[in-house]
Antibody, heavy 116, light 107 residues
Framework: EVQLVESGGALVQPGGSLRLSCVAS????????MNWVRQAPGKGLEWVSY????????SYADSVKGRFTISRDNAKNSLYLQMNSLRVEDTAVYYC?????????WGQGTLVTVSS | DIQMTQSPSTLSASVGDRVTITCRAS??????LAWYQQKPGKAPKLLIY???SLESGVPSRFSGSGSGTEFTLTISSLQPDDFATYYC?????????FGGGTKVEIK
């Protein structure tokens, strides 16, 4: 069974940093491109970042470019999102999602709250 | 960036109704469009990809059509389990844009 389990969400002050993790199981993680998608409370979905299976290609939404860094460790079946210079508007549930063009499996999400 | 506009934002319907949701892209995305269903407190679920291909396990009452800039998601006969929010997503470019969502409510 495919499973994606996010962790690392927390309450953090504006300007702070946080690292999210997503552990994958039930499929060959190293063969799949991955994404982070977020959803602010009561709002719609926003794509955040993409990484190819080999980490050779990465892309970011303009809203997080220069502040967030996506990475992965295929040996640990893990996907990461390093978030720096956090803003109030980064408050959201962050989902990891499998796939390049379409996302066929999603984690349950981890909540990041940026507030003083 | 490609912008995706969904309409309506809210839709009230009854069980058994035929429901249509529209998604428009700000530029042509060929058929690179997916539809997702999301229920409160849950992760999105993939319904349709490549504009009209039904994801495995998704009921056949869901269908998608369109190409270029205009797309539709149709639910042929609304069921109680279908009351949810639906999102379109383009994947023509690396910046994967979602539409604003359509909430399907009970009339």
């Amino acid at each position: 069974e495919v499973q994606l389990v996010e962790s690392g969400g927390a309450l953090v002050q504006p300007g702070g940093s946080l690292r999210l993790s997503c552990v994958a199981s039930g499929f060959t993680f190293s063969s799949y491109n991955m994404n982070w998608v977020r959803q602010a409370p009561g709002k719609g979905l926003e794509w955040v970042s993409y990484i190819s299976s080999s980490s050779g290609t990465k892309s970011y939404a303009d809203s997080v470019k220069g502040r967030f860094t996506i990475s992965r460790d295929n040996a640990k079946n893990s996907l990461y999102l390093q978030m720096n210079s956090l803003r109030v508007e980064d408050t959201a549930v962050y989902y990891c999602a499998r796939g390049d063009t379409i996302n066929d499996y999603w984690g349950q999400g981890t909540l990041v709250t940026v507030s003083s | 960036d490609i912008q995706m506009t969904q309409s309506p934002s809210t839709l009230s319907a009854s069980v058994g109704d035929r429901v249509t949701i529209t998604c428009r892209a700000s530029q042509s995305i060929s058929s690179w469009l997916a539809w997702y269903q999301q229920k409160p407190g849950k992760a999105p679920k993939l319904l349709i990809y490549k504009a009209s291909s039904l994801e495995s396990g998704v009921p056949s009452r869901f269908s998608g059509s369109g190409s270029g800039t205009e797309f539709t998601l149709t639910i042929s006969s609304l069921q109680p389990d279908d009351f949810a929010t639906y999102y379109c997503q383009q994947y023509n470019s690396y910046s994967r844009t979602f539409g604003g969502g359509t909430k399907v409510e009970i009339k």
